[in-house]
């Protein structure tokens, strides 16, 4: 079975390093790779042939840092170094196993692998099919947090190195600037001496522009070339020309060298590469916030005592307090207390929500005023923050079809470039016969040319937007969804829980025949245990409420969209739709009344006989008006789709002024629906719950999962709304429209960048210093443009 995992990596100076890495990555056998030069990451996906060590080996060649995951374990059994050796051979052979490493004497074994591709478990059954017993050494959470710390430290503390050789090059470059402006003003007595010239350039060249060799080098190193091999190029030419000119004519040459050249371009890059860093960091910062929300330890309930523990020590069903103004670690069920729970930064909701006990809380929301204890459901992979996070990672890991087109550019683009540049060079030289204005041309066109504008274009508009939606209760699937969202025409809405509260009640029960002795609701209760389905939810909450009696069923179908059958107590029951019943060749007694402008009508037939209807009513949301009316204004035609009686659907259909409407619609013929309007040129979206609209849902261009989202909606949804608020449909609509827009205007400025600079530069009308300025200035522009998405506001205000 495929596997995959993200690997983040330290190193890729520009879009090329990217592509060509991914290239080099998908040549491996049986490995498949997305690497994201905004993301500074690698989705891999495996296949079971496919060995990690490969893919080690081929990051450490291409000389990339890369994060990898180290666990420590406690090994009983080992009785001679032979032990540990066959122990760390089995692990070895292993195709997700990068390292291995034991000691006899401690009884200690670390495993080092890609993190996410390794679990403890799979490390613990090997080890034991040995004989051996394995036990995880599991950190000390105060260690996690001095970790942290640390990480943080080094990070903060790289980050001001480069600022303090930025503001060392800036200073250096100061007294260039003043002479190139005082040649233009024509003060010769400002002009630099060029012994000073030289020390100046030197420094800026070799100790400044020393990350730009070490890439080419490595680069070149590896058989391919990135950004850094065309500022060297350019750089070197210019300082070594120079040089070549003072070594000969010594004070002569002022204002004949071109050192300021060389210093201004490595510093006006320097510049735009740490302007890049922090605008990269600004993107993928609504991700890097959905990773902090859960604390580090938690104060778990174990041996009658409550202790603080790591989050990876905790196992479901443990109990954990969580103090008032604490952040809940874990996803569980209040056994104790009641509070107020701010799930803002994982749905999106701004109000706080009531909790109480039996009522579910979410990992990484912040507890109020009350302690409550929980009882923890959900842990690691399986927690509702995680399946958001990978979500969203997904979603910025993934490409549009024309971002592998510029992908395939960008591995062309140096070396297309490096041969412009020679050609620039000896056009000036052997036709024009100006070798200088050829070598200051060709340095311009070196330095213009950059193919990080062209590789941030896409992934920084998609990990903003995709990222500001998941702040907002909004998960945006893929690109491709981005691509079909912007351009929806019709949405198809569900009517139960979608425009209703989705919390339905039993209003009354009419019995038609009281002479039999047979608890009705008990009966369909013990059926629609059975059954997802809001209106079976509203029946047994009832039957529990009401204490009716208890019962077992057996042989239980379940006819999707119309009802449900099965045996209890030696009888058939059958529970379900008017139609249902009278399909199975059972009469329905005419009713003294007609009450379904109001009710939605459930029949439960006994042993052949209808017994009772249980009529059931769902209010609207008070949101719904509001939704459908966001829809109408930006021409996007609403039509409810539901399984309920005509009545209830044209009563709801009138309250929201929906046109189009059908009643009593089974799930297929929901799909129908759909198709017929796909052939007629829309681009549809179906708003559902994801269980019983799954096959509207597939069928949809765009499908949207509404509520809190099942593990069913969250898996097959294109975008699911973590808030049972209808107006996020337009939101989401609105998000996807403007981060689209994003891209195509980025795309349009990086293509703008180098197809007008590099023929400009080429002919001798820009400088290398102007040249440099507009390097920079081009991925600044599309970062900052991505970044302007944080300004947009969802529709759906509290």
């Not at 979410?362 to 204890?373: A, E």
């Not at 351009?487 to 198809?492: A, E, H, Q, Y």
């Not at 629609?528 to 009832?542: D, F, G, M, R, T």
């Amino acid at each position: 079975m495929p596997q995959s995992f993200t690997i983040q990596i330290d190193g890729m100076s520009c879009a090329g390093c990217a592509s060509t890495l991914q290239t080099k990555l998908n040549l491996i056998a049986g490995v498949k790779a997305d690497v994201n030069y905004a993301l500074a990451s690698a989705r891999v996906i495996l296949s079971e042939r496919a060995d990690c060590k490969d893919v080690k080996k081929t990051l450490i060649d291409s000389n990339y840092q890369h994060d990898q995951d180290v666990q420590l374990f406690t090994v009983s059994g080992w009785n001679c170094s032979r032990c540990t050796a066959n122990t760390i051979d089995t692990l070895l052979s292993h195709s997700r196993v990068l390292a291995a490493e034991a000691n006899i004497i401690t009884g200690k074994l670390t495993v080092t692998s890609f993190c996410g591709s390794m679990s403890t478990e799979s490390i613990s059954e090997l080890i034991s099919q040995l004989g051996y017993t394995v036990e995880l050494e599991l950190p000390d959470p105060e260690n996690i947090a001095q970790d942290k710390a640390a990480k943080k430290q080094r990070s903060l503390k790289h980050s001001r190195q480069q600022k303090y050789l930025l503001g060392l090059s800036i200073a250096l470059m100061l007294p260039f600037l003043v002479t190139m402006l005082a040649m233009l003003l024509g003060v010769t007595a400002w002009v630099f001496p060029v012994w000073l010239q030289l020390v100046c350039a030197t420094i800026v060249q070799f100790v400044i522009g020393k990350r730009f060799y070490k890439g080419a080098w490595h680069t070149l190193k590896s058989g391919t070339a990135n950004m850094d091999v065309l500022v060297v190029t350019g750089t070197s030419a210019a300082y070594f020309y120079s040089l070549y000119l003072f070594t000969l004519f010594g004070e002569k040459v002022a204002g004949q060298v071109y050192f300021e050249a060389s210093v201004v371009v490595i510093t006006l890059i320097s510049l735009g590469k740490y302007l890049e860093e922090n605008a990269k960091q600004n993107t993928s910062s609504a991700i890097h916030a959905l990773m902090q929300l859960r604390p580090d330890k938690a104060r778990v309930l174990r041996n009658d005592n409550w202790e603080m523990l790591a989050l990876n020590q905790i196992k479901v069903d443990d109990i954990i307090r969580v103090l008032a103004g604490e952040k809940i670690p874990l996803d569980g069920d209040i056994v104790l207390g009641c509070t107020e729970v701010d799930e803002s930064m994982v749905t999106g909701e701004s109000l706080p929500v009531v909790k109480a006990i039996d009522d579910s809380v979410i990992g990484g929301s912040l507890n109020g005023s009350g302690t409550i204890d929980i009882r923890a459901n959900a842990i690691g992979a399986d927690s509702c923050l995680q399946k958001i996070i990978n979500l969203v990672e997904n979603a910025q890991m993934s490409k549009a079809p024309f971002q592998q087109l510029v992908d395939r550019v960008s591995a062309v683009f140096v070396p297309v470039v490096l041969v412009i540049a020679l050609l620039t060079l000896l056009s000036w030289w052997f036709i024009i016969g100006d070798f200088e204005a050829g070598l200051i041309s060709a340095v311009a066109v070196l330095v213009i040319a950059c193919p990080c504008a062209l590789g941030l274009a896409t992934p920084a508009a998609v990990v903003t937007g995709t990222g500001l939606a998941a702040q907002q209760g909004i998960l945006i699937k893929d690109i491709d969804t981005l691509q079909k969202a912007h351009r929806v025409t019709d949405v198809m809405l569900d009517k139960t829980g979608t425009l209703t509260q989705g919390q339905p009640q039993v209003a009354r029960i009419d019995l038609l025949d009281e002479n039999k002795n047979i608890d009705c609701i008990a009966y369909a209760a013990a059926l629609q245990e059975h059954s997802e389905h809001p209106l079976a939810k509203a029946i047994v909450n009832y039957a529990q409420q009401y204490h009716s009696l208890t019962l077992t069923a057996k042989n239980v179908k379940t006819l999707v969209g119309y009802g449900i059958q099965g045996e209890i107590e030696g009888l058939d029951v059958l529970v379900g739709s008017a139609e249902f019943i009278v399909n199975n060749s059972i009469v329905i007694p005419k009713q003294q009344e007609d009450l379904a402008n109001e009710y939605s009508d459930v029949f439960v037939a006994v042993d052949g006989q209808c017994m009772a209807i249980i009529r059931i009513k769902d209010e609207l949301r008070a949101e719904s008006l509001t939704a459908i009316q966001q829809l109408q204004k930006h021409k996007i035609s609403p039509t409810i789709l539901s399984g309920d009686n005509l009545n209830t659907v044209t009563k709801v259909a009138k309250e929201l002024a929906i046109t189009h409407y059908f009643a009593k619609v089974k799930p297929q013929q929901k799909a129908e629906h759909i198709q017929r309007h796909q052939q007629q040129a829309a681009i549809v979206a179906m708003v559902g719950d994801g269980i019983n609209d799954a096959p509207a849902l597939a069928q949809a261009d765009v499908s949207i999962a509404m509520g809190s989202g099942t593990d069913v909606a969250m898996e097959t949804a294109n975008i699911t709304l973590l808030r049972n608020d209808p107006r996020l449909i337009m939101s989401a609509i609105s998000i996807s429209k403007l981060t689209w827009r994003k891209i195509q205007q980025n795309l349009f400025w990086a293509f703008f960048f180098n197809i007008i600079g590099i023929p400009l530069a080429a002919m001798g009308y820009l400088s290398p210093e102007v040249a440099g300025a507009a390097m920079a200035f081009s991925s600044i522009a599309v970062l900052s443009n991505s970044l302007l998405i944080k300004r947009w506001q969802p529709l759906a205000s509290h």
